[in-house]
């Protein structure tokens, strides 16, 4: 809307400008009707007009000088008060200054206050009431002045100031009607642009999820009609976050922009398409008839969504992965059958992605439950319901506690908690352990940061990295920053990674390690022994510590076998020069074994298990004792 416009018409400073501007035109032509009128007067009228002069002149200088209220009093109250001593003057009720008055009325009405209004009004009815009641009682002769050539100047001069003043100002309310009524168009236009605009994805000019229930609605009642089906298809891309990590927003803008164009292009009349949040689609498409025209139509737009994207200079491919769910088969309401469309969405997803799936009732239960807690735990993200616990590791030699594993944990209501197995795996299938993985690592670095300024200045701590965090190629950038927001040196921090990490991915990780090996951080490689248990790689990866797999651990009491085990393991890593780590430590002849094959650290419930930061610090304090 044009704001500025509209405060221009309303405007009480450019109001009392016009107001002026009029005040001062109308004393001036009133001015000039009455020096003309003077000509032809004599005796008492010539003196009444003269006084009347004088006072507009008096009206128009308090105009002049921005006093318009003040010079409106005073020029309709000196026209009202000279009208009326010219009738009583001369003929009375009858005479022809009465025609004035309508004239003053009009002008007190646009230019005065109400008060100035009602005062005139009942002043001219007095006077009027005073002419004629004086003259019926006898107590007063007015005298009708003979037609004569200068009543027609009169005449004239009175119509002509009024009908000239008149004009003007009818001319302003004109005027000012038909800019309210712009406005008002204005104001209409704006609003209808505002519906549109919350309607609206502003990034690919898409409707929004807040337009999909109304259009479902309305598209299942034409359907239900026609006796046609209405399919779902819920489409979420493919590895849309690294583009947007590795290549900017902008790209990932870009990316999006073009892809709405491609679907929308996709689309049949009648069809609808709403971007449903950040990198999902929701489209409905009525009137399709057999499963085989819905495939077609699945695998066009898993075609469009394959194909290369230009962005600025890089060609990007992703991929879609389609869940569709179909009206009446699946349901007729929104929200199951949404669900049910986001459901085969992940579905398709877990089954290898670039792919369509219709929901399907009989979708085994694991499935069902995996999409829920995946669906929660994007809510736990959101909401930060995670905590980070600490498990102590005691130096052999010392009986010290010189450094922690941070270790996950998701509290439910009910106190209870899920336990990291069965919800880390999920996350590194969706995606989200990069954003879990990243809070762990800075709430860890500060929390050994605070360690170290509470006296125990040589605590280290040790996070666990998920293969995936490794995939986006920011791992190095988001150590960095976390370590910078903690305050904490490098050389405090450890990164666990386990052993199929190493030997399956190639050089993108062995470049990311030595990165991340040149800002300082150590490596342990984790559960050592349950993989390829080949040291080989080990040297290639700088990897500082080992950490036997508490399977191992477990049995060493129990089992004969074990033992040689852990003693070569506990052997050749000290010939490569890497300190070993024995974790599940859970009773003293178990770590009396360890001590005498020369293990250099252990964790394990023994000493403690993952517990909250107060409690750890409880520990460290005790056990410095
Ligand atoms: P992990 O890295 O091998 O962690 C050690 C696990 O052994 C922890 O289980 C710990 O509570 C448990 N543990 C420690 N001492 C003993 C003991 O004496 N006896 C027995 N029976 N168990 C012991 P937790 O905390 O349930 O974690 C399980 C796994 O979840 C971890 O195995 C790790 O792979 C993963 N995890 C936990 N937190 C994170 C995280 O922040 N990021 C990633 N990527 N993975 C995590
Ligand atoms: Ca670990
Ligand atoms: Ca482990």
Redesign the pocket.
């Known amino acids: 809307m044009d704001i500025g416009s509209l405060q221009q018409v309303v405007s009480y400073q450019s109001m009392q400008q016009l107001k002026i501007k009029r005040l001062l035109q109308i004393s001036g032509s009133t001015l000039s009707g009455l020096l003309l009128a003077l000509v032809f007067a004599s005796g008492g009228v010539k003196l009444i007009i003269l006084a009347g002069c004088v006072m507009l002149v008096l009206s128009a200088i308090l105009a002049f000088y921005q006093h318009p209220l003040s010079s409106a009093y005073i020029l309709l109250w000196s026209m009202t008060l000279m009208l009326t001593a010219l009738a009583f003057y001369s003929g009375g009720i009858r005479d022809l200054a009465v025609l004035g008055f309508p004239g003053v009325l009009v002008f007190a009405a646009i230019l005065g206050d109400l008060s100035l209004f009602v005062s005139l009004l009942t002043a001219i009815l007095l006077s009027c009431c005073a002419l004629v009641s004086l003259d019926i009682y006898g107590w007063y002769h007015p005298h009708i002045p003979k037609t004569a050539w200068n009543s027609l100047v009169y005449v004239a001069v009175i119509l002509s100031v009024s009908g000239f003043s008149v004009y003007l100002l009818s001319r302003d309310l004109h005027r000012l009607m038909k800019a309210l009524q712009q406005e008002n168009i204005r104001v209409h236009d704006s609003q209808a642009e505002l519906i549109r605009l919350t309607q609206h994805d502003a990034l690919t000019g898409l409707p929004n999820r807040t337009t999909a229930e109304p259009m479902f609605k309305q598209l299942l009642g034409e359907c239900q009609q026609r006796g046609e089906r209405l399919v779902l298809l819920f489409l979420d891309l493919d590895y849309f976050k690294p583009v947007n990590d590795a290549l900017g927003h902008s790209a990932g803008d870009l990316l999006l922009q073009q892809l709405a164009d491609r679907l929308r292009n996709e689309l049949a009349p009648r069809d609808y398409i709403c971007r449903f949040g950040g990198d999902e689609f929701l489209l409905l498409l009525p009137g399709i008839v057999t499963d085989a025209e819905v495939i077609a139509r699945a695998e066009r737009i898993l075609l469009q969504t394959s194909q290369h994207f230009q962005l600025m200079q890089t060609q990007v491919e992703i991929s879609g992965s389609l869940g569709i769910s179909v009206v009446p088969r699946d349901g007729v309401d929104f929200a199951p059958l949404l669900k049910r469309a986001d459901m085969a969405m992940f579905q398709a997803k877990t089954s290898g992605r670039n792919i369509w799936r219709f929901y399907d009732e009989v979708m085994d239960k694991a499935n069902v439950d995996k999409f829920n807690l995946l669906q929660k735990l994007r809510v736990a993200l959101k909401e930060q319901q995670f905590q980070?616990?600490y498990?102590p590791k005691i130096n052999l030699q010392t009986g010290l506690i010189d450094s922690a594993?941070?270790?996950?944990?998701w509290p439910q209501a009910d106190g209870s908690f899920i336990?990291?197995?069965d919800f880390?795996g999920l996350c590194?299938e969706s995606g989200l352990?990069n954003e879990?993985?990243y809070w762990?690592l800075v709430e860890a670095c500060k929390a050994c940061r605070r360690w170290q300024l509470h006296g125990y200045p040589d605590m280290t701590i040790a996070?666990?990295?998920?293969f995936v965090?490794f995939r986006d190629g920011l791992l190095e950038a988001k150590v960095q920053q976390a370590l910078r927001e903690a305050q904490l040196p490098a050389a405090a921090l450890e990164l666990?990674l386990?052993e199929s990490l190493l030997i399956g991915e190639g050089d993108n990780i062995s470049r990311q390690l030595a990165q991340l090996g040149g800002l300082g951080v150590s490596f342990a490689i984790?559960?050592f022994g349950t993989g390829y248990s080949n040291l080989g790689y080990l040297r290639r990866f700088n990897a500082t510590t080992l950490?036997i797999?508490?399977s191992f651990i477990?049995s060493l009491c129990m089992s004969d076998r074990d033992e040689p085990l852990v003693h070569a393991i506990i052997q050749m890593g000290h010939s490569l020069g890497l300190k070993i780590v024995a974790?599940?430590?859970?009773d003293a002849a178990t770590l009396e074994r360890l001590k005498l094959l020369g293990c250099d650290s252990a964790?394990?419930?023994?000493w403690s298990?993952?517990v909250a930061e107060a409690e750890f610090l409880k520990l460290l304090a005790s056990r410095r004792q």
């Open positions: 980070l616990y498990q594993e941070a270790l996950v944990r336990a990291p197995q880390i590194e352990i879990l993985g762990v996070v666990n990295l998920s965090q666990e386990t984790d559960d950490k797999d508490k477990h974790e599940g430590v859970e964790q394990g419930y023994y298990k993952p």
